[in-house]
């Protein structure tokens, strides 16, 4: 099977997902979301077959426990909401990870900016506090542990692969679509909010990491991965 035909069925599974949302199939919704990570790693790890181990099992750590994540978040009750939180919080800290091997890989990275330190300081406390007075005591902390550390992540991307606009965009969908999940699930539900959650979700990943792949396939000459 050719490499790119794993990133076609993404893409397939992606559209049946969300015609599954849409029309509102359970059983078609069940089949196709945990199959969503698995092609988009199996497409990883067969474009970077060539080239060695390295740092880019950050990346398959981080898709994996999206997967997870996505497993947890198809139950319902706040103890398999909290699982997935914890599981897409360690796909975050696994993103980082890579980004910052990344900017200290190259000699080309970009210099720390604080204003975009400081927009997402900003978001993080104007939507933390829009959202606290609707969480449970239990939920209060993690909540704005995984703001901070979404956060970062935007940041590590940023100045990491801030001429990768693929990469960055993705960091931002990621964000979109945890802070309209949020919203969902603990402020108002809104009409078609699992559709645009799924929709940053799926693009935020695959922007991700084949922004990723591209990067690691041109540098690999310089350095040992």
């Known amino acids: 099977m050719q490499v790119r035909n794993w990133l076609y069925g993404y893409g397939v599974c992606?559209?049946?997902?969300?015609?599954?949302?849409?029309?509102?199939?359970?059983?078609?919704?069940?089949?196709?979301?945990?199959?969503?990570?698995?092609?988009?790693?199996?497409?990883?790890l067969s474009a970077t077959a060539n080239i060695g181990t390295g740092k880019k099992h950050f990346i398959t750590a981080a898709i994996f426990f999206s997967w997870l994540g996505d497993l947890f978040l198809m139950g319902s009750g706040e103890l398999y909401f909290i699982a997935?939180?914890?599981?897409?919080?360690?796909?975050?800290?696994?993103?980082?990870?890579?980004?910052?091997w990344a900017r200290g890989a190259t000699t080309t990275s970009t210099p720390l900016n604080r204003v975009v330190i400081l927009v997402l300081l900003a978001y993080v406390g104007v939507f933390y506090y829009y959202l606290s007075p609707h969480l449970n005591h239990i939920l209060k902390i993690p909540v704005f542990v995984y703001a901070l550390v979404i956060a970062s992540m935007f940041a590590a991307a940023w100045h990491s692969f801030r001429q990768r606009g693929g990469v960055l965009i993705g960091a931002g969908l990621f964000i979109v679509s945890d802070s309209l999940l949020a919203v969902n699930s603990f402020v108002e539900n809104f009409s078609m909010a699992s559709l645009a959650?799924?929709?940053?979700?799926?693009?935020?990943?695959?922007?991700?990491?084949?922004?990723?792949?591209?990067?690691?396939?041109?540098?690999?000459?310089?350095?040992?991965?």
């Open 14 to 44: 992606a559209l049946l997902h969300l015609f599954a949302i849409a029309a509102d199939l359970y059983w078609l919704r069940i089949i196709t979301k945990p199959l969503l990570m698995i092609l988009l790693l199996v497409w990883f």
């Open 84 to 100: 997935g939180l914890a599981s897409f919080l360690t796909a975050h800290i696994f993103y980082i990870l890579f980004f910052l």
């Open 197 to 225: 959650v799924m929709i940053t979700y799926i693009l935020a990943q695959v922007l991700i990491v084949y922004g990723v792949t591209g990067w690691l396939e041109t540098t690999k000459r310089y350095f040992s991965i």
